[in-house]
């Protein structure tokens, strides 16, 4: 039951059922219907859109799960100069479907427990998870892309950038060495 390409994700489904005829769901979420995560970037255009695939099956031991792939746009805030930084998030995850915390706790480490109601999924609450944790912690641009890198360069004393870090042979405690050998 593949989507067409640029239709909408669903925003609710039964994930059991889906997973017990291994249902392959393509679609787009949009952006600013993602609350949490239009807070935490710079910005999302009004017709950004993430784009998303999910495959819904079941293991050997009859564990539903969840497969899937994202990518999306966005513009986040780059920390060296504060200013707008275009970056495509991508994120690949395999869940497993779970109704409890009891049951998330059988599934195996490769799979992150996704919580549905029993016959109710939001797929879109799904997906703004999996952008959340896939956002970076301190997004910069490449160092000579970046609007600062002029500003920092200038900062820099003369060679200071050139010099290599200590050698790793160089031990800043050795002087305390010969403390140990001499007597008082």
Same mark, same amino acid.
Request: hydrophobic letters at 30%; aromatic letters at 6%; proline letters at 11%.
């Given at each position: 039951m593949p989507k067409a390409p640029n239709a909408e %994700? +669903?925003? #609710?489904?039964?994930?059991? /059922?889906?997973? &017990?005829?291994?249902?392959?769901? &393509?679609?787009?979420?949009?952006l600013?219907?993602? #609350?949490?995560f239009r807070d935490a970037v710079?910005?999302? !255009?009004?017709?950004?859109?993430c784009r998303v695939s999910l495959s819904f099956s079941q293991d050997? &031991?009859?564990?539903?799960?969840?497969?899937?792939e994202l990518e999306a746009p966005?513009?986040?805030?780059?920390?060296?100069?504060? !200013? +707008?930084?275009?970056?495509?998030?991508?994120s690949r995850f395999n869940l497993g479907l779970v109704t409890s915390d009891a049951q998330a706790q059988?599934?195996?480490?490769? %799979?992150?427990?996704?919580?549905?109601?029993?016959f109710s999924a939001d797929l879109w609450s799904m997906t703004e998870d999996e952008l959340l944790l896939v956002l970076p912690p301190f997004?910069?641009?490449?160092?000579d892309e970046c609007p600062a890198t002029e500003t920092l360069e200038a900062l820099e004393p003369e060679g200071v950038a050139d010099e290599? &870090?200590? /050698?790793? !042979?160089?031990? +800043?405690? #050795?002087?305390?060495?010969?403390?140990?050998?001499k007597k008082h």
């Open positions: %994700l +669903p925003k #609710s489904v039964d994930p059991f /059922k889906l997973a &017990e005829q291994s249902v392959v769901l &393509e679609g787009e979420v949009p600013s219907a993602l #609350s949490r710079h910005s999302v !255009g009004d017709d950004s859109s050997p &031991e009859r564990r539903r799960m969840v497969t899937g966005v513009v986040l805030e780059c920390q060296r100069c504060m !200013g +707008p930084m275009p970056y495509t998030l991508v059988q599934l195996p480490k490769e %799979l992150e427990p996704f919580l549905t109601e029993d997004p910069l641009h490449e160092r290599p &870090e200590q /050698k790793s !042979g160089d031990n +800043p405690f #050795s002087v305390l060495a010969d403390f140990k050998t």
